[in-house]
């Protein structure tokens, strides 16, 4: 049975820049992989040359039949020094946005994704005296290339962000990297902050819809641990959804489902169907999602701008989207308000400290920088040609 979705869904996919730009190498992430070389962190290096070969890639989204490309722009490039604004970079960004309108493609522009300059870094990130207002600086110059834009998401997944800063300011106090560790909260609500601030702004100077994104665990809880459940979900993730309800979008980014218990969060447990990343296969995980997400912030307009598997194999590639896509249409039948679907990611890319884990539409020749596009980049492509599964 075919069934559609709604009348002007977005199809699309997804990179961020550290990822597959190359050479951010006024940023903590760069920084951070030359000092952890020795703890097995892989460097990002050139990446994928995205820097120079957005165009080709933007072309690979539009052949294949998609209708939205998201993208982010890197804050360390635009401000390499307190106050100090690169024009040009600016105007590299703003070529990006117009490549992807010639190409057909809606753009859809993420203004902090991970990466931060190290100057910001260095007078203590998000912790440091008028983070916010450092941030708001910047994001009002990224108003200047953003007309025309339609959709604006300030920080790309707070929630995780507030994870890693949260490792920083460990090791900072001399304490051991935490794995499993929990969003640092006084960190998260900064990040709150900042988004409270510069998405009015954005708003007013570009008429954008303007949201931010956040990972989505898709937790379940045990029987008899609801109340652990509700505990863990605030933490997680509803403090930062209950912050995008007066939002005009939310962007969930979903992979994989985890159980909690009394204890708390249940390891996946081992199983040769998990991905590359060591997650449980779990494409149920984005219709737990969007439902959830719905249920925390009400009539706020959904878009999926993360969704996707860590795989070599892209016939499960193909089938863990069509699931996943399969729960989204349960949902949207349910009368949730789902705007798009933006696939992760586009491209092989560097994935935070690490290559092995693919989870791309387009394979990349690291050497050669050349594409190669797989089965599931045309086959996501008829989907949305049809607009239905």
């Excluded at 005009?248 to 040769?272: C, L």
Aim: with cysteine; hydrophobic share 40%.
């Amino acid at each position: 049975m075919t069934r559609s979705f709604p009348d002007g869904f977005l199809w699309g996919a997804a990179t961020a820049a550290h990822q597959v730009e190359g050479n951010n190498i006024n940023n903590n992430w760069w920084r951070l992989e030359q000092v952890a070389a020795d703890h097995g962190v892989q460097p990002s290096g050139d990446a994928l040359d995205s820097y120079h070969r957005y165009a080709e890639d933007m072309r690979l989204v539009a052949e294949a039949g998609l209708t939205a490309y998201r993208f982010s722009i890197e804050w360390a490039r635009i401000e390499p020094r307190p106050g100090m604004y690169s024009r040009a970079l600016l105007d590299h960004y703003r070529r990006m946005i117009d490549t992807a309108v010639e190409f057909g493609l809606t753009p859809v522009v993420t203004l902090h994704h991970f990466t931060h300059p190290l100057w910001f870094e260095d007078t203590g990130a998000w912790l440091g005296d008028g983070a916010v207002d450092r941030f708001v600086r910047y994001v009002e110059q990224t108003c200047s290339i953003l007309d025309g834009v339609e959709w604006v998401c300030t920080i790309n997944e707070p929630n995780v962000l507030a994870v890693n800063e949260g490792q920083t300011r460990r090791i900072a106090e001399g304490k051991p990297y935490q794995f499993g560790a929990f969003p640092d909260e006084e960190i998260g609500e900064i990040l709150i902050a900042a988004h409270r601030a510069a998405a009015p702004l954005v708003r007013a100077a570009t008429g954008a819809k303007v949201g931010w994104t956040v990972a989505n665990q898709a937790y379940t809880p045990a029987p008899g641990a609801e109340a652990k459940f509700a505990e863990i979900q605030r933490i997680w993730e509803d403090m930062y959804l209950e912050a995008s309800r007066d939002d005009d979008f939310i962007g969930v980014q979903s992979y994989t489902s985890q159980t909690i218990d009394q204890n708390g969060v249940v390891a996946h447990p081992e199983s040769p169907d998990n991905t590359l990343m060591g997650w449980a296969y779990r494409p149920d995980a984005l219709e737990i999602a969007v439902r959830h997400t719905r249920d925390v912030v009400g009539e706020v307009p959904i878009m999926v701008t993360e969704n996707g598997i860590a795989t070599a194999d892209d016939e499960r590639r193909i089938a863990y989207t069509t699931a996943a896509l399969g729960g989204l249409q349960n949902a949207i039948a349910d009368g949730i308000d789902v705007r798009g679907y933006l696939h992760w990611s586009l491209l092989d890319n560097f994935e935070w400290g690490h290559w092995a884990p693919t989870f791309g539409l387009v394979a990349v020749n690291r050497e050669t920088f050349e594409r190669h596009p797989k089965p599931s980049l045309g086959w996501l492509g008829g989907v949305a040609r049809a607009n239905a599964l």
